[in-house]
C-alpha cells in the first residue's frame, strides 16, 4: 500500500530483533567482503558476536586474508585443505565467527575468476540460510538514485538493467544472484557495513533484499504474530497514519487481525475487520504496511482479505475511515467512495473523540473500481 507508507529511521524495536534473532538460531549466515570496506569493522565485529551468542553461525567470505584476521580469530582457507568444510563446523561450534579466505584463482588462459563466482561456489556448498553482500553504496538503485529495498528472482533481468553511475553491485554479483537463489539460499542481501544491523534485525532493513519467489500469504494472525503486529501498530501511530491506541484497543485489533506475510515468514503489513453486527457492518481498520513491501501490493491483498472475511459473514457494508488523503485515494482505487459519517453506524461513534471525528474521511466499498 504504497499510499499509506513512509520510510521508517534506521533503528528497531526489541520485538523485531527478537523476531528476525530467533529465525536465525541455529542456522548458519554468510557475509561477502569483496574489498575492505570504507568505515570501520566494528559494526560487522558487533553482529557477529551477537549472532553467535544467539546461537547462530556466521561466515565471513573475502579474498584478502588480512582483512578476514582483524575480524576473527580463525581463518580457513578451502584451497589449503580438503577437509575445510569439517575444520568450519567445527569452529562454528566453539561460538565464533569463521573466516574463509578465497584467494585470487586464474584460469590457464590467465583470466581472473570473479570473487563473486568464487563466493557463490562456497556458499552453495555450505547451503547457507542466507549471503549478505557487503557493499559501500548500500543498495540497489533505480535509475533515479531511490533505494530498492526488495527483488525476487523475478526480478532478475531488472537487476542488469540496473546500471546507472553507483547504481549496481559489483557486477560480477549480478550473473551470480540467480544462481545463488535457485542453488538453495534462501535470500541474498545487499549492504553497507554500517547498516548490516538493520538489513539483518529490522523489519524495514537498510538494503536490498532478493528472494527466490514472491510468495504471499494472507492469513489471521497467529499469537506468535503479535509481537510483529504490535510493532506495525506502534510504527503507524507514531507516522501519524493510525490514530493513537490504549494497550487494550491494541490487543483488541491484534484478535480480530490478520496479516500479509511474505515468504510465510515476514510481516508485510496488518489490518483488522471490526464488526457491528446490529447493522450488519464491518470497518476495515488499523491497516498498515511496511514500506519494504511496497511493490507487492500488499495493501490490495489486506483489503481483498478483509471483504472476504465481510463477505462470508453475511455484512451489507464494508467502510474504513482515515485522517489521511493519500489512504482515501488509495481506498477509492480498491472501490471504496466517500461518505458522510453519518452514512455509517452510529455505534462507531460512541465515545469517539469529537475532534478527530471532525477530520476522518469515510470511505464505503461500492464495488470493484474501474
Same mark, same amino acid.
Given at each position: 500500500?504504497?499510499?499509506?507508507?513512509?520510510?521508517?529511521?534506521?533503528?528497531?524495536?526489541?520485538?523485531?530483533?527478537?523476531?528476525?534473532?530467533?529465525?536465525?538460531?541455529?542456522?548458519?549466515?554468510?557475509?561477502?567482503?569483496?574489498?575492505?570496506?570504507?568505515?570501520?569493522?566494528?559494526?560487522?565485529?558487533?553482529?557477529?558476536?551477537?549472532?553467535?551468542?544467539?546461537?547462530?553461525?556466521?561466515?565471513?567470505?573475502?579474498?584478502?586474508?588480512?582483512?578476514?584476521?582483524?575480524? @576473527?580469530?580463525?581463518?580457513?582457507?578451502?584451497?589449503?585443505?580438503?577437509?575445510?568444510?569439517?575444520?568450519?563446523?567445527?569452529?562454528?561450534?566453539?561460538?565464533? %565467527?569463521?573466516?574463509?579466505?578465497?584467494?585470487?584463482?586464474?584460469?590457464?588462459?590467465?583470466?581472473?575468476?570473479?570473487?563473486?563466482?568464487?563466493?557463490?561456489?562456497?556458499?552453495?556448498?555450505?547451503?547457507?540460510?542466507?549471503?549478505?553482500?557487503?557493499?559501500?553504496?548500500?543498495?540497489?538503485?533505480?535509475?533515479?538514485?531511490?533505494?530498492?529495498?526488495?527483488?525476487?528472482?523475478?526480478?532478475?533481468?531488472?537487476?542488469?538493467?540496473?546500471?546507472?553511475?553507483?547504481?549496481?553491485?559489483?557486477?560480477?554479483?549480478? %550473473?551470480?544472484?540467480?544462481?545463488?537463489?535457485?542453488?538453495?539460499?534462501?535470500?541474498?542481501?545487499?549492504?553497507?557495513?554500517?547498516?548490516?544491523?538493520?538489513?539483518?534485525?529490522?523489519?524495514?532493513?537498510?538494503? @536490498?533484499?532478493?528472494?527466490?519467489?514472491?510468495?504471499?500469504?494472507?492469513?489471521?494472525?497467529?499469537?506468535?504474530?503479535?509481537?510483529?503486529?504490535?510493532?506495525?501498530?506502534?510504527?503507524?501511530?507514531?507516522?501519524?497514519?493510525?490514530?493513537?491506541?490504549?494497550?487494550?484497543?491494541?490487543?483488541?485489533?491484534?484478535?480480530?487481525?490478520?496479516?500479509?506475510?511474505?515468504?510465510?515468514?515476514?510481516?508485510?503489513?496488518?489490518?483488522?475487520?471490526?464488526?457491528?453486527?446490529?447493522?450488519?457492518?464491518?470497518?476495515?481498520?488499523?491497516?498498515? @504496511?511496511?514500506?519494504?513491501?511496497?511493490?507487492?501490493?500488499?495493501?490490495?491483498?489486506?483489503?481483498?482479505?478483509?471483504?472476504?472475511?465481510?463477505?462470508?459473514?453475511?455484512?451489507?457494508?464494508?467502510?474504513?475511515?482515515? @485522517?489521511?488523503?493519500?489512504?482515501?485515494?488509495?481506498?477509492?482505487?480498491?472501490?471504496?467512495?466517500?461518505?458522510?459519517?453519518?452514512?455509517?453506524?452510529?455505534?462507531?461513534?460512541?465515545?469517539?473523540?469529537?475532534?478527530?471525528?471532525?477530520?476522518?474521511?469515510?470511505?464505503?466499498?461500492?464495488?470493484?473500481?474501474?
Amino acid at each position: 500500500m504504497r499510499q499509506t507508507e513512509r520510510m521508517a529511521e534506521p533503528g528497531w524495536t526489541s520485538s523485531e530483533r527478537e523476531f528476525y534473532l530467533a529465525e536465525f538460531r541455529g542456522r548458519t549466515l554468510g557475509v561477502a567482503l569483496a574489498q575492505a570496506p570504507g568505515g570501520s569493522l566494528d559494526a560487522l565485529a558487533q553482529v557477529v558476536e551477537e549472532l553467535a551468542r544467539n546461537g547462530t553461525g556466521c561466515v565471513i567470505v573475502s579474498p584478502s586474508r588480512v582483512l578476514l584476521e582483524k575480524l @576473527t580469530p580463525l581463518v580457513i582457507a578451502p584451497a589449503e585443505s580438503a577437509d575445510w568444510v569439517g575444520a568450519l563446523w567445527r569452529a562454528l561450534g566453539e561460538g565464533h %565467527g569463521v573466516g574463509l579466505w578465497l584467494p585470487e584463482e586464474v584460469s590457464e588462459a590467465g583470466e581472473a575468476r570473479p570473487f563473486a563466482a568464487r563466493c557463490r561456489v562456497v556458499a552453495l556448498r555450505l547451503r547457507l540460510a542466507k549471503l549478505v553482500w557487503i557493499d559501500d553504496r548500500g543498495a540497489i538503485r533505480d535509475p533515479a538514485g531511490s533505494r530498492i529495498s526488495l527483488l525476487d528472482l523475478s526480478d532478475a533481468d531488472r537487476l542488469a538493467d540496473l546500471s546507472s553511475p553507483g547504481s549496481e553491485p559489483e557486477s560480477a554479483l549480478v %550473473g551470480e544472484i540467480g544462481q545463488l537463489l535457485e542453488g538453495g539460499v534462501a535470500s541474498v542481501s545487499i549492504c553497507s557495513l554500517e547498516g548490516l544491523s538493520d538489513e539483518l534485525f529490522t523489519y524495514a532493513g537498510s538494503g @536490498t533484499l532478493v528472494t527466490r519467489e514472491r510468495y504471499l500469504e494472507v492469513r489471521l494472525l497467529g499469537i506468535d504474530d503479535f509481537g510483529a503486529a504490535t510493532d506495525l501498530i506502534t510504527r503507524g501511530v507514531d507516522e501519524g497514519y493510525l490514530a493513537p491506541r490504549s494497550e487494550r484497543e491494541i490487543e483488541s485489533a491484534l484478535g480480530r487481525g490478520f496479516g500479509v506475510f511474505v515468504e510465510g515468514r515476514y510481516l508485510a503489513g496488518i489490518g483488522a475487520l471490526v464488526r457491528y453486527p446490529a447493522e450488519g457492518a464491518a470497518e476495515i481498520a488499523s491497516l498498515y @504496511t511496511m514500506t519494504r513491501f511496497a511493490g507487492e501490493g500488499v495493501g490490495g491483498h489486506l483489503v481483498s482479505f478483509a471483504l472476504q472475511c465481510a463477505r462470508a459473514e453475511g455484512c451489507s457494508q464494508v467502510f474504513a475511515c482515515t @485522517t489521511s488523503a493519500r489512504v482515501e485515494r488509495f481506498f477509492e482505487r480498491q472501490g471504496f467512495r466517500r461518505v458522510e459519517p453519518e452514512a455509517i453506524p452510529a455505534s462507531k461513534w460512541a465515545g469517539y473523540p469529537a475532534e478527530r471525528r471532525s477530520e476522518l474521511r469515510c470511505l464505503v466499498y461500492a464495488g470493484e473500481s474501474n
